[in-house]
């Protein structure tokens, strides 16, 4: 299972610790955070206990609103549970009654520097943990983002994927991971694909060695993350296997469960592999708003055979 640390969200947010700095390195297994309300009213049926817990400005002002044995009382109900750490989003004026508590029980109890709605911070705070802990694995090939459209471009070593993602790269597109591709689970809808961090930047092409595309096309060739939309599989030009139906039947290839829409793309000398790429992946972003060239194809002859029937 994957974890985070207290401390990879004090850094990653900048949260000023007030207690806990030797808990730091307390484990966060759950991608979600929570908002205690009922259970500072004494419902605990359903208190997720090991979510990161965050106090904002409806909870500070009901805590100071207690009396002093009152508050402990609500307080002490909540920290026995011992949560990751309590984040508080309305600043550290007043919470002296906390710090005690979350001294004695050892919680780090931290600090937001930035000054913004406690919603806003959940949002961003929720979005990097699912990121962070969501299932992952690396697969060989190529990740793109053409017209704003995640591709996973795969093939066996040496049938051109790299190639072709140049000649991409030069068209305007951008590069997200080339050779070890890491996919993380978001959804059971939704994957992501990212690089490894050491081929961070990078393209090898055969004959030629190691390219950097930021270095060489600008800081627009490259992307560091894109929700996978469409799997490519380049293959071996075979005689007589292309169809030419009008439509084909969608294909799906699945990752950790989650299903990607799936094509074969054969490579010859002289075919234009990427403009292919480029149209598989207009023609994606047509389906998903409910357009289809076959059907509207079909209903153009239709329609012809129709005036056809009524004018003889």
Avoid at 153 to 175: C, F, M, P, Q, Y
Avoid at 203 to 218: C, F, K
Avoid at 283 to 298: C, I, K, P, T
Wanted: hydrophobic share 40%; with cysteine; net charge negative.
């Amino acid at each position: 299972m994957k974890t985070l640390t207290v401390e990879d969200l004090v850094r990653k947010f900048s949260l000023k610790v007030l207690v806990g700095e030797d808990q730091l390195q307390k484990p966060i297994t759950q991608s979600r955070v929570h908002r205690p309300g009922l259970e500072f009213v004494g419902h605990f049926e359903f208190f997720p206990t090991e979510r990161v817990q965050i106090l904002g400005r409806k909870e500070i002002t009901y805590l100071h609103k207690l009396s002093k044995e009152e508050r402990a009382f609500r307080i002490g109900n909540i920290v026995k549970y011992h949560p990751p750490c309590f984040i508080v989003t309305t600043g550290e004026e007043g919470l002296t009654y906390l710090t005690h508590h979350c001294i004695e029980e050892e919680i780090p109890l931290l600090v937001t520097n930035i000054p913004e709605t406690t919603s806003e911070f959940i949002t961003k705070l929720d979005a990097y943990m699912v990121k962070e802990l969501a299932p992952e694995i690396a697969v060989h090939g190529v990740c793109l983002n053409i017209f704003g459209i995640g591709i996973l471009l795969r093939g066996n070593s040496g049938v051109g994927k790299s190639e072709t993602a140049h000649t991409l790269i030069g068209r305007g597109h951008r590069l997200v991971a080339d050779d070890v591709v890491v996919l993380k689970k978001l959804s059971p809808q939704t994957l992501l694909g990212t690089h490894d961090e050491r081929t961070k930047e990078f393209l090898a092409l055969r004959s030629i060695g190691l390219l950097n595309v930021v270095r060489l096309y600008g800081r627009k060739a490259f992307q560091e993350e894109t929700r996978i939309s469409l799997d490519i599989h380049l293959t071996k030009w075979q005689k007589d296997a292309l169809y030419n139906e009008l439509e084909q039947e969608m294909q799906f290839t699945e990752y950790m469960g989650v299903k990607i829409p799936s094509i074969e793309i054969q490579l010859q000398p002289g075919r234009d592999v990427a403009g292919l790429i480029e149209a598989a992946a207009n023609n994606w972003y047509l389906r998903q708003q409910g357009y289809s060239a076959a059907e509207d194809f079909m209903q153009r002859l239709e329609s012809e055979f129709s005036d056809s029937s009524d004018n003889s």
